[in-house]
């Protein structure tokens, strides 16, 4: 991929997530690999990025969040590792653009039809724990878990403010024990000269969180909810009919 082209990709992906805290994995990880990106460059492209505007994002909201924590640090947790060391050992064989575009398939339905999940909350909390092991190995198979943990949250507690503090929690631990994973099982084959990505966070995200006090949650959870149907959509096509 050119580099610009690269770098405006990922300049728009980080504009997304600064003001959403969800985008970059979501769409990020699919467009990577509709350019050929291999699964390990595309994580090694994207996780540095996430990890950083988690952490900003972590550390500029205060909402209580510790009762859900240990849960999801219980059950979510190992199985993205587990997951992530199987994807890791057997990319070669699995099929990252299918896997990847059912669940971005799956997650926009979901979140589209996030009304009739709310209405099921009872229901759906009553299995929290089973959903966020699901969580764990999508992500960790995937890199596509954020649009499910995005959901969760939203059941947990619909203040955009829980929602988004939890989400930039979920992302961190989980960029930082993918990242960790990947120096340790993958080091040689790593290529760091794209880490100075990072420094267009700097740039995007503090004026991007203008704009976050200004979301509208609703409206803007289904433009990216039918972009990502689209997305997955399109990249299931290719996967069948491009070579």
Do not use: W
Request: with cysteine; aromatic share 18%.
């Amino acid at each position: 991929m050119d580099f610009f082209l690269e770098a405006l990709i990922l300049l728009v992906l980080i504009i997304f997530q600064s003001i959403f805290g969800v985008g970059l994995l979501l769409f990020g990880t699919p467009t990577f690999l509709i350019f050929d990106y291999d699964f390990l460059n595309t994580l090694n492209i994207l996780l540095p990025i996430s990890i950083v505007i988690s952490f900003l994002q972590f550390i500029s909201l205060k909402t209580p969040i510790k009762k859900i924590v240990f849960d999801y640090n219980f059950y979510c947790l190992p199985f993205l590792i587990i997951f992530l060391i199987v994807a890791l050992n057997f990319k070669e064989i699995l099929n990252f653009k299918l896997y990847v575009a059912f669940i971005l398939i799956i997650t926009s339905i979901l979140s589209l039809k996030k009304n009739t999940v709310s209405l099921q909350k009872k229901k759906t909390l009553k299995y929290k724990k089973l959903i966020l092991v699901f969580i764990g190995f999508v992500h960790g198979l995937t890199n596509m878990g954020g649009g499910f943990l995005s959901i969760f949250s939203s059941l947990i507690n619909n203040n955009k403010k829980y929602v988004r503090h939890f989400i930039s929690y979920g992302y961190l631990t989980m960029g930082l024990l993918q990242y960790f994973i990947l120096l340790f099982l993958e080091q040689k084959n790593l290529n760091f000269s794209k880490i100075y990505y990072i420094f267009l966070v700097m740039f995007v995200y503090f004026p991007c969180q203008k704009i976050f006090k200004k979301v509208n949650d609703i409206y803007f959870s289904k433009i990216i909810g039918v972009i990502a149907l689209l997305y997955g959509v399109v990249i299931l096509g290719s996967n069948f009919y491009i070579n």
